[in-house]
């Protein structure tokens, strides 16, 4: 299945730490590269959730479509009006943004994404949930507006390279129910 990885998103700390009254984490550093390094078991390099105990956690990915859809809810005369169009789907502060890729399908799966330096292999176990600073973020009600499509949370099985542009996604399997409820382990120490 071919797809465009449209935006990366690495930050070295947490932006949005606490509650959305306490206010977002200044960074004046670039959290959007063209291209990031992945390593097996342990995430993308630079990330905060990089070699953190968390392995089944470290790389989330939403579909821009998920996004386009918000827009399209929340903005205009809905009943929240949005002010702030159009939505920029880095703002949902996931690691890998997509387009043309039904991401939230392949939550319990085996995947493999070549994102033009050839393929890396993933294992999505949990759905990547939003949060109470989606409201913040985009508009009221886009919290619950992205209930069940605000992306994935996977663990990557190889070490490569993710560049934004052409990408294809490959080898979808299904988790064996058994390894659904493997305990959360540490990431390997290399």
């Avoid at 700390?13 to 606490?18: A, E, F």
């Avoid at 009600?141 to 996604?169: K, M, N």
């Avoid at 399997?173 to 305990?183: G, H, K, N, V, Y």
Wanted: hydrophobic fraction near 40%; include cysteine.
């Amino acid at each position: 299945m071919e797809l465009e990885i449209v935006h990366l998103v690495v930050s070295p700390l947490r932006r949005m730490d606490g509650r959305p009254r306490e206010g977002m984490t200044a960074f004046d550093g670039d959290e959007t590269p063209q291209t990031v390094q992945v390593r097996a078991h342990k995430g993308l390099v630079g990330d905060r959730y990089f070699n953190t105990r968390f392995t089944y956690a470290s790389v989330t990915l939403i579909a821009a479509e998920s996004i386009d859809q918000l827009e399209r809810e929340l903005a205009g005369d809905g009943l929240f009006p949005a002010a702030n169009t159009p939505f920029d789907p880095v703002l949902a502060r996931r690691n890998l943004v997509t387009r043309g890729l039904d991401v939230d399908a392949l939550v319990r799966h085996t995947f493999t994404l070549d994102g033009g330096h050839g393929p890396i292999r993933f294992r999505s176990i949990t759905p990547a949930n939003p949060c109470a600073w989606m409201n913040e973020m985009f508009a009221l009600g886009a919290h619950q507006a992205l209930r069940g499509h605000a992306g994935i949370r996977c663990e990557p099985l190889d070490d490569g390279q993710l560049s934004v542009g052409p990408a294809t996604v490959t080898d979808v399997l299904a988790i064996p129910p058994d390894e659904l409820t493997r305990q959360v382990r540490r990431a390997p120490v290399a």
